[in-house]
């Protein structure tokens, strides 16, 4: 939602100029007051009217275009308003909040983009630059803006052009068919890296359950995946997998229990912190493949984030929440592709950092879990709903095989 | 009813170098070529037929480089003794400002000018409409070559009421191509050039209209002439000239057909030069 400022002058009574432009507001569903109105006295003074209106930042974008050829102008707004922040970790109250779309602010009557545009944090301004910064990121003295005032929220089509996944823009839905969906993808993460742009897979421990891992590693190996997100889970199965054959004590040939195999991933988790890292556990030979090992070989970046329920854990992992959010901050520039295979809370957490403008896939059997990220304000989410192995053994075979 | 209080003597321009030499209305192609000619006999005749009906005609200069500038319509509004001259929106036309400014400014007109910003075509698209016992009011056309924003800023300079009105089909771009006001009661009108609030405001205006047809009105039979009870018009539908005629005025048919090649009728080739909008505009500075 965002709000605007129309002026109209003139004979605009007699002219039903007002009439006209307050019947395009109705019509373009926003919301208006009339915050000021000097009618004329006869009918050569002029009469003036300001309008406030308020709706959707796309709608409200085309709206004043469309109003500003009937004399509407748009009132300028004054500058952003900077509070220096007088705590560390803690922004002004009255702070702006951010959304994930595309923002900009007036200071020194220069609109500075926002750069690394983030749900939910705030604006720092340092000298011609602005950015978003999150709470606890905040030192004393940071000047934050405050208020709506010169702020102004870009909706993502203005800069984007037409959506590239418009086959999908419809509903999250199980009925799709999942060979073209899946070609679509392929087709997008092609895209993606002609135009130079990063792809970033976040990875819940079902890729590693359904034996999606192989061909996980196998798009990793190629250099398909620039950087990984997950969570102690996703890379204790991998490594057990690797190691023990089992993913959860389940034989990932057999599909059965194996005895002792409630374990294994204790195990596992144990003998990797003996080594100090995934990366050293691989360079002693200890982990000799899967979508781990892969990324320690072809150096591609992972955050792993920790949660109270972690077995271990692993020593990758960050347990300081607010350090692995940074951690997965540091690596989200350059990002135009997520997909985010298998994983509900790495998911929502990846989401909250991402800028609207990021195509991101949501693939999972749930369907739900799509929707809790769209609820979450990643609009931008396309869900597909399937098994996630057999989707990333598809995927595997377009992008590698070239086909699609 | 009483006859319009102006359209006795107007400013006129020489077809010297007119020619379609660019398109900037739905009516313009390059590829037509225009019969200078011919072109020359048509604006011998209108101007024949001014002075036979009782005008005075005064001449611009033509110029080599602006050919439109034959379309003396569009050189800005007069009130009295005060000029604003037109700002015009393309860049072809653009060099007629100066042009026009000057001239008038030599005859010892005030010249007005309009914010830079902003585009008006003058009496293309802005003609004074004046009810029985009331003071004129100007009708401002906007949208394809004049801003709705210049109407306010015209109200100002001008000092009197102007009610912009919406052109919504492109091949009426001016309002001279709707709108022709015939004395305090009547005037022609083209409702489909004008969107439902610009058809509201004029029948709020005009006592009685003439509606025109669809096809009378791209026939351009709205940019006519009034000069008292003549009325010169590029093209007489017969059920218009019938119910002009009942009216008491005279028709008369003028060709101009070489100037329609660039969207241009009677009007357009004609400014009036006896408009007084505002009383006290007409004594000399």
Redesign the interface.
């Known amino acids: 939602m965002a709000t605007e400022t129309i002026e109209l ?3 605009i009574v ?4 007002l ?2 432009v307050l019947d395009a507001i109705v019509d373009a569903g926003v919301e208006y007051e009339i915050v000021d109105v000097r009618i004329g006295r006869t ?2 003074d ?1 009469s003036q009217a300001r309008i406030e209106l308020d709706g959707d930042v796309e709608v409200l974008e085309r709206l004043v275009d469309e109003l500003q ?3 509407a ?1 748009r009132v300028v707004t004054g500058e952003a308003q900077l509070v220096e922040a007088d705590q560390d970790g803690v922004l002004p109250a009255g702070f702006y909040s951010t959304t994930n779309l595309l923002t900009d602010v007036l200071v020194d009557g220069r609109w500075l983009a926002v750069q690394s545009p983030e749900m939910d944090c705030g604006i720092v301004v340092d000298g011609d630059r602005a950015r978003t910064i999150p709470m606890h990121r905040v030192r004393r003295g940071d000047r934050i803006v405050v208020g709506h005032d010169g702020v102004r929220v870009l909706a993502p089509s203005r800069r984007r052009g037409p959506t590239p996944f418009e086959f999908m823009s419809s509903e999250v839905s199980s009925e799709k068919p999942k060979a073209l969906v899946v070609a679509q993808v392929a087709e997008r993460m092609r895209a993606a890296r002609e135009r130079g742009g990063r792809i970033l897979a976040v990875c819940g421990p079902a890729v590693v359950h359904t034996g999606g891992a192989p061909d996980l590693a196998r798009l990793v190996d190629a250099g398909w995946i620039d950087v990984l997100f997950a969570g102690n889970g996703f890379a204790t199965h991998d490594i057990e997998s690797n190691v023990l054959g089992t993913s959860l004590g389940v034989s990932l040939d057999e599909g059965t229990p194996t005895e002792g195999g409630h374990s294994n991933h204790l195990r596992v988790i144990n003998e990797v912190r003996r080594h100090g890292s995934i990366a050293a556990a691989v360079d002693a030979g200890y982990v000799t493949g899967g979508v781990m090992a892969t990324c320690v070989r072809r150096a591609v970046p992972f955050v792993l984030g920790g949660s109270i329920r972690d077995d271990g854990p692993l020593p990758d992992v960050l347990t300081d929440t607010a350090a692995a959010a940074d951690a997965m901050r540091v690596e989200i520039p350059g990002v135009t592709v997520a997909l985010m295979l298998a994983s509900t809370l790495h998911a929502i957490a990846t989401g909250n950092c991402l800028p609207a403008g990021v195509e991101t896939f949501c693939v999972d059997i749930n369907q739900a879990v799509v929707t809790k990220l769209a609820d979450r304000g990643s609009h931008q989410a396309v869900g597909i709903v399937t098994d996630v192995g057999p989707f990333l053994a598809q995927l595997a075979d377009h992008v590698l095989g070239g086909r699609g | 009813m009483a006859e319009l209080s102006w359209g006795r003597r107007y400013l006129m321009c020489p077809p010297e170098h007119f020619g379609v030499l660019y398109e900037i209305n739905p009516w313009m192609h390059q590829e037509v070529r225009v019969d200078p000619d011919e072109a020359h006999r048509q604006w011998d005749g209108l101007v024949a037929a001014l002075r036979q009906a009782g005008a005075e005609v005064e001449a611009l200069p033509a110029h080599p480089e602006v050919p439109d500038l034959v379309f003396t319509a569009n050189a800005g509004i007069v009130n009295g003794r005060r000029f604003v001259p037109s700002h015009f929106r393309f860049p072809e036309r653009q060099g007629e400002t100066p042009i026009n400014a000057s001239w008038f400014a030599e005859q010892g007109f005030a010249v007005d000018r309009l914010p830079e910003h902003l585009d008006h075509e003058g009496a293309g698209d802005a003609l004074p409409f004046t009810p029985a016992g009331g003071s004129p ?1 100007l009708v401002s056309g ?2 394809f070559r004049s ?3 210049a ?2 800023a015209l ?2 300079l001008l ?8 052109l919504v089909d492109e091949r009426l771009y001016h309002l001279d191509l709707t709108f022709c006001p015939l004395d305090d009661r009547r005037a022609l009108c083209a409702p489909l050039g004008w ?1 439902r ?1 610009g058809r ?2 004029v029948e ?1 205006l005009v006592p009685e209209p003439l509606w025109l047809e669809d096809d009378e009105a791209l026939a351009f039979t709205a940019n006519s002439v009034v000069v008292g009870t003549t009325i010169l018009m590029p093209h007489v539908p017969p059920r218009v000239g019938r119910q002009l005629e009942a009216w008491g005025f005279t028709p008369v048919e003028v060709p101009v057909g070489e100037f329609l090649k660039a969207g241009g009728g009677c009007r357009c080739l004609t400014l009036a030069l006896d408009v007084v909008l505002t009383p006290g505009s007409d004594e000399p500075r």
């Open positions: 002058t003139g004979h007699d002219s039903l100029l009439a006209k009918n050569v002029p050829v009937h004399g102008n | 009011v906007y949208s801003d709705a924003a109407t306010a109200g100002e000092g009197c009421p102007v009610r912009p009105v919406q969107d609030y509201k405001v709020a």
